[in-house]
């Protein structure tokens, strides 16, 4: 069946510091979302890449779509604190999305 | 001015009971879902459904019943509660079911069963 694998599950870096999630599916995907979860929170939608090789920037986040549409990053420059939180992938195939894992980010200010 | 609301935020229940929690969205949207999120954050869909009709049942206990009395409520229902059941239950809306439309998220209904 559909995987989306997302790693890593943790980081924690000092602020400032970049940072990089990645998201690896094992089959062709429509579209890729992310979202972004604060702790306690709910996910958040970020963003949503739909194009082979599709590159979109959002002040310091930069996204990423793979050329074979079954891979995606997120990368983070510069680090806040505000950060901080859960960042998942989501695969659309078919008729439903596919959650990454999630990797979990955390800021030492 | 919530987009999408569900209650209750909390629930606490003990093993055998039954509960229900209930979603609403006013963004007009077609499609409403039910997300379960586990202890280690995984978000795995339970339900979908588009204009009141059921389109996607993944492999849920049938003590899981979802009920959609219009396209902008999708209510769940648990039978029989278990241990394994606790979780933070999230219920989400699209503007169809395709995909490209962005979920948004209620904030959860945290569910401890004891």
């Known amino acids: 069946g559909q995987q989306v694998m997302q790693i890593p599950q943790y980081q924690h870096v000092q602020e400032g510091e970049d940072f990089t999630t990645y998201c690896n599916s094992s089959?062709?995907?429509?579209?890729i979302q992310w979202y972004k979860q604060r702790p306690g929170g709910h996910p958040v939608f970020l963003i949503q890449?739909?194009?082979?090789?599709e590159v979109k920037k959002q002040k310091r986040l930069t996204f990423q779509f793979g050329e074979a549409k079954k891979n995606s990053s997120l990368h983070i420059t510069a680090t806040q604190t505000t950060d901080v939180g859960t960042y998942f992938c989501?695969?659309?195939?078919?008729?439903?999305?596919?959650f990454g894992s999630g990797t979990k980010l955390n800021v030492k200010p | 001015d919530t987009a999408v609301s569900q209650t209750p935020k909390y629930l606490v229940t003990q093993m055998g009971n039954d509960k229900s929690i209930k979603c609403e969205q006013n963004?007009?949207?077609?499609?409403m879902y039910w997300y379960k999120q586990d202890s280690k954050k995984f978000l795995k869909i339970m339900f979908s459904?588009?204009?009141?009709?059921?389109?996607i049942n993944e492999t849920v206990p049938n003590r899981f019943s979802p009920k959609s009395p219009d396209k902008a409520h999708l209510n769940l229902h648990i039978n029989s509660l278990e241990l394994g059941d606790s979780a933070v239950y999230f219920c989400?809306?699209?503007?169809?079911?395709?995909?490209?439309?962005?979920?948004?998220f209620g904030n959860g209904t945290r569910l401890t069963v004891t």
């Open positions: 989400a809306s699209s503007q169809a079911g395709q995909g490209g439309s962005p979920l948004h």
């Open positions: 089959t062709t995907l429509s579209n």
């Open positions: 890449l739909v194009k082979s090789g």
């Open positions: 989501a695969g659309w195939d078919f008729n439903k999305f596919y």
């Open positions: 963004l007009g949207h077609d499609t």
């Open positions: 459904y588009n204009n009141k009709e059921l389109i």
